[in-house]
T-cell receptor
């Protein structure tokens, strides 16, 4: 089946620390991969995406590379800010006769000043 | 409107009551999705529409759940004879494409069943 596994949180970092949130996936077929973010009190929004192997998605200083050989899409940021505190969801989208997006359980990030 | 709009934002129902949750997607968006999000969990897929056609309803947890999008725009998720385990946030998302692409989410409808 199709599924996404991401590291459990919460993750607590100090401002300017390096961030990695691990994500691995299982998919039948060739999925597109996404990271969504949910800031406090807001709806989910797309952070970045990658549609094929070795593609790197990037946005707001965050990056993730589609690794087909390790079925991974880890999220990284070199220097986090307090404003990055949010819940991050890894997701995949695959053709099941229509495109269904499947989400991981989410990883909550707290960044301390 | 500018974004996906869901109503009501909060709903408290007594066990056994029927509820209806509305989603107004971004104008022109072809695809519409419903998800259920339990506290501390990721969104779980419920059902998917492409225009007015319901292409996938494999995630609906029981026959008490029913969704429709009769004119290919506004959608309603109906839950009959609500149970406590139905308590969750129900998220609606829309997309301009019928292939893998960005989902635009509403803020959700939080259902509490007493």
């Amino acid at each position: 089946g199709n599924s996404v596994t991401q590291m459990e949180g919460p993750v607590t970092l100090s401002e300017e620390a390096f961030l990695t949130i691990n994500c691995t996936y299982t998919a039948t077929g060739y999925p597109s991969l996404f990271w969504y973010v949910q800031y406090p009190g807001e709806g989910l929004q797309l952070l970045l995406k990658a549609t094929k192997a070795d593609d790197k998605g990037s946005n707001k200083g965050f990056e993730a590379t589609y690794r087909k050989e390790t079925t991974s899409f880890h999220l990284e940021k070199g220097s986090v800010q307090v404003s990055d505190s949010a819940v991050y969801f890894c997701a995949l989208s695959v053709d099941t006769g229509g495109f269904k997006t499947i989400f991981g359980a989410g990883t909550r990030l707290f960044v301390k000043a | 409107g500018a974004g996906v709009s869901q109503s009501p934002r909060y709903k408290v129902a007594k066990r056994g009551q029927d509820v209806a949750l509305r989603c107004d997607p971004i104008s022109g968006h072809v695809s519409l999705f419903w998800y259920q999000q339990a506290l501390g969990q990721g969104p779980e897929f419920l059902t998917y529409f492409q225009n007015e056609a319901q292409l996938d309803k494999s995630g609906l947890p029981s026959d008490r759940f029913f969704a429709e999008r009769p004119e290919g725009s506004v959608s309603t998720l109906k839950i009959q004879r609500t149970q406590q385990e139905d308590s969750a946030v129900y998220l609606c998302a829309s997309s301009w494409t019928s292939s893998a692409g960005e989902l635009f989410f509403g803020e959700g409808s939080r259902l509490t069943v007493l």
